[in-house]
Structures are given as structure tokens and as C-alpha cells.
């Protein structure tokens, strides 16, 4: 089963899907059942922030992975780093540099495995600099039936934000960023 989605939205969504070019049926993402969460830790403690996406351009194949492909943008200028006293710091120079790069972007360059434990591997642009990444993945149809009209993406990866260049506050901030990602797809 081949699955298509442009997605331009103001909800999250990240990282799946294909070039297949076969005809693709419709997806919406579902509202208020999707998120981008961001883990990091301040002063040693673990702290969640979000982010919202831009855009997403999608298709995924669940028979054959391999053919399945994912361009997705982040609202970096807009992230809520779970703190807010730590905003301005986030969005700032030292860390996401806002003001002249505004969004994050990841656009697959592979994707392997099965719907139940797939590797998402790509481009990640943070800051303007790009990088390898690879995401662990997982594609379940709603509550595990066999009900192939609504599915539930979830993706989880860890990336190092000195390697992107975001080294601000480095006394009081880890450099590993873990990236939690949950969407629910429902066709058209």
C-alpha cells in the first residue's frame, strides 16, 4: 500500500516517506494528534520543548520502505524550549541563530527496514549547516488494527547540536538533542 501527502501545515509532523511515483491516495495529518518534541538537558535535568512544522512532503510505501521518502520543515523561529526564561537564549546566536535561519529542514535520503522498525536516514539543515542524520521509525495502523485508513508515524532520534554549530551555553546545556516525533495520518 503506497501512501502520498503533501502537507503544508502549521502542526508538526517530520521525517518518512517516498518517491514511488505510482498513484497515490489522499492523507490528511489529523489535528491536535501530532507533535515535534525536542529533548535537552539544563543544568543536568531533562527539559521538553516543541516545534511546530512548515511544511512536510510525504509518501510512504509499507510494502516495499526502501521507496518511501520525507522533506519536512521546522518553525525553528517559533520553537518552545519548555522553559520560558530560556527563549531568548534558544532562538538566539549562540544556539539557533533565528534571525538568519529561521527553520530546520530534513530531507530523507534512505529509508530501510520494516513499517514496525524502520531507519530514516537524511539531510538535516540546522542553522545552515547540514548534516547526516538517522531517525529510528515506526509506521502502526490506529490502535493496531488492520484499518490501513488512519496510520501513526513515530519517529525518534538524537542529534549533537555542537556539531551544527549551536554551542551557546554550553555550561549549562548538553550537547545531545534527542527528537521525539508522533503523527497521525488519516486518508481522505
Same mark, same amino acid.
Given at each position: 500500500m503506497l501512501i502520498d501527502r503533501r502537507l503544508f501545515l502549521g502542526a508538526p509532523l517530520a521525517f518518512w516517506a517516498a518517491r514511488a511515483g505510482a498513484r497515490q491516495p489522499n492523507w490528511l495529518l489529523v489535528p491536535g494528534e501530532t507533535e515535534v518534541k525536542f529533548t535537552y538537558k539544563l543544568n @543536568? /535535568?531533562? &527539559?521538553?520543548?516543541?516545534?511546530?512544522?512548515?511544511?512536510a512532503d510525504l509518501e510512504i510505501d509499507l510494502n516495499q520502505l526502501s521507496h518511501s521518502s520525507v522533506e519536512v520543515v521546522l518553525d525553528a523561529a517559533n520553537a =518552545?524550549?519548555?522553559?520560558?526564561? /530560556?527563549k531568548t537564549a534558544m532562538l538566539g546566536s549562540e544556539v539557533l541563530d533565528v534571525a538568519h535561519n529561521p527553520t530546520i529542514r530534513f530531507v530523507s535520503t534512505k529509508v530501510s527496514g520494516a513499517p514496525s522498525a524502520a =531507519? &530514516?536516514? @537524511?539531510?538535516?539543515?540546522?542553522?545552515?549547516?547540514t548534516r547526516p542524520v538517522t531517525f529510528a521509525g515506526r509506521v502502526n495502523t490506529a490502535a493496531g488494527s488492520s484499518d490501513t485508513s488512519h496510520l501513526v508515524i513515530t519517529l525518534n532520534g538524537g542529534i549533537s547540536r555542537a556539531k551544527f554549530g549551536?554551542?551557546?551555553?554550553? =555550561?549549562? &546545556?548538553? =550537547?545531545?538533542?534527542?527528537?521525539? &516525533?508522533r503523527a497521525r495520518l488519516q486518508r481522505v
Open positions: @543536568g /535535568a531533562p &527539559v521538553t520543548g516543541r516545534m511546530q512544522a512548515l511544511s =518552545d524550549p519548555g522553559m520560558p526564561f /530560556a =531507519d &530514516v536516514a @537524511g539531510q538535516l539543515t540546522l542553522r545552515g549547516t549551536s554551542t551557546g551555553y554550553a =555550561d549549562l &546545556v548538553g =550537547d545531545e538533542v534527542d527528537f521525539t &516525533v
